[in-house]
């Protein structure tokens, strides 16, 4: 009897660390719900354990389109890729699927907001003068702009549906049923 105990409780240690090993993102850049001034060159994520080659990652825009991104490659722990054109000011989201180094696949999703300022060029007397109803143009972008902290919102919070204590608690409830049924069923025997 004091075996199984023994045992149960050995498992009980045992299993959470398993059961938790799932990858999950700890860091990015840019960083998640993060306004950049600029277009970032590179997209970088790096999760808490290594992952396999295959790992990807795609880039969406506020209109759900799919921006090209090149170069995507894995090393040890971190998925980046290049950014293949500069992307214009507003909100993204990037989705990606890893498969961790305990061979489960492990999907996620954050979001951030570019936000440049427009270059203008020195202006002449002339040109400001046709610059004045540029100006009055800009506000018009302001709105999609103010949509993304909304956006960048709904993307973090289905990221953080990959809570890797999830896997823990199950497998510690198991073992609980596990070792009751054990227990129980010893028990009758005598």
């Not at 759900?64 to 722990?77: C, L, Q, R, T, Y």
């Not at 989201?93 to 954050?110: A, L």
Request: charged share 15%.
């Amino acid at each position: 009897m004091k075996r199984i105990l023994i045992i149960a409780l050995m498992l009980l240690f045992a299993v959470p660390g398993l059961a938790s090993a799932h990858s999950y993102m700890e860091q990015s850049t840019p960083a998640k719900d993060e306004t950049v001034a600029a277009s970032p060159d590179q997209i970088t994520m790096t999760f808490n354990t290594d992952i396999e080659k295959l790992s990807s990652f795609k880039l969406y825009n506020e209109a759900g389109e799919e921006m090209p991104v090149s170069g995507i490659s894995v090393n040890g722990a971190e998925l980046s890729g290049t950014v293949a054109e500069p992307l214009a000011n507003g909100a993204y989201t990037v989705k990606w699927v890893i498969i961790g180094e305990d061979g489960h696949t492990v999907n996620g999703e954050y979001a951030f907001t570019v936000a440049a300022e427009e270059q203008a060029a020195s202006p002449s007397p002339a040109a400001s003068e046709t610059a004045t109803p540029e100006a009055s143009v800009e506000p018009t972008a302001t709105p999609a702009q103010s949509a993304a902290p909304d956006q960048a919102d709904n993307g973090s919070a289905n990221a953080e549906t990959n809570n890797p204590n999830m896997g823990a608690a199950i497998a510690i409830g198991v073992i609980i049923i596990v070792a009751a049924i054990i227990l129980i069923l010893r028990s009758r025997k005598k």
